[in-house]
């Protein structure tokens, strides 16, 4: 089983700090998969974040007001460690203030 506490912010917070940029994934289909000799075929499917908190997609194809979170931007009052820049999802991003909060 996952260890909870390894998904916190807190505890990856220097090797998120140490990225350069935000890594955007590529969704990929693979259309023949029946045989291992020809070589299958690959088609884009979407682009998308994986969320910092929870390692949920964050689909980019989908307008900004019907995506599920975005990159956001926690100043260094808050963080003691200067601009921070997370991917975060909806649901965790209260999770993610309360963790820099306390």
Known sequence: MIDKTSWKIRNRLEQIQNREKIVINTKI???NQDSNIVKSE?????KYYRCDYCNDEIRLDLKK???T????TFPH???KRGKLSLVLCNKCLNK???EFES
């Open 42 to 46: 690959t088609k884009k499917m979407y």
């Open 69 to 72: 979170g975005g990159i956001v």
């Open 77 to 79: 009052s808050l963080t």
């Open 29 to 31: 289909l693979k259309t």
């Open 96 to 98: 993610a203030f309360k």
């Open 65 to 67: 007001d019907e995506r």
